[in-house]
């Protein structure tokens, strides 16, 4: 089955905006999972975390794809079209080792 989704073209390689969720870091929250956005590199929280930050960044700059950063897991995801695709091949590198706090 086809993938459908017309933002796969707007895919970058993005440099990650922080070592972990960007506004958690700031107020000193938790988060389970990351999120990068290919983009622009904003590094977000899951929505299985508190704040949500990944699909807060969404929702304010309308860039619609995410890759799953930490763990890498090798899946995308566009939140317009609402599908999910393999990024193996493309991951965003980490630059340094993330801090956990779950």
């Known amino acids: 089955m086809a993938i459908l989704c017309k933002h796969l073209v707007e895919i970058s390689d993005v440099v990650p905006s922080a070592p972990g ?3 958690c ?3 000193g929250d938790r988060w389970l999972h990351l999120r990068v956005c290919r983009t622009c ?3 977000g929280c899951c929505d299985q975390s508190p704040n949500r930050h990944a699909t807060k960044h969404f929702h ?3 860039h619609p794809i995410i890759e799953a950063y930490d763990p890498p897991e090798g899946w995308g ?3 317009v079209d609402e599908v999910m695709f393999d990024l193996s091949d493309r991951p965003t590198p980490h630059l340094s080792p993330i801090p956990r706090y779950y």
């Open 60 to 62: 304010a700059t309308r």
């Open 41 to 43: 590199g904003h590094v």
């Open 77 to 79: 995801w566009c939140y």
């Open 25 to 27: 870091l700031k107020l």
């Open 21 to 23: 969720c960007e506004e």
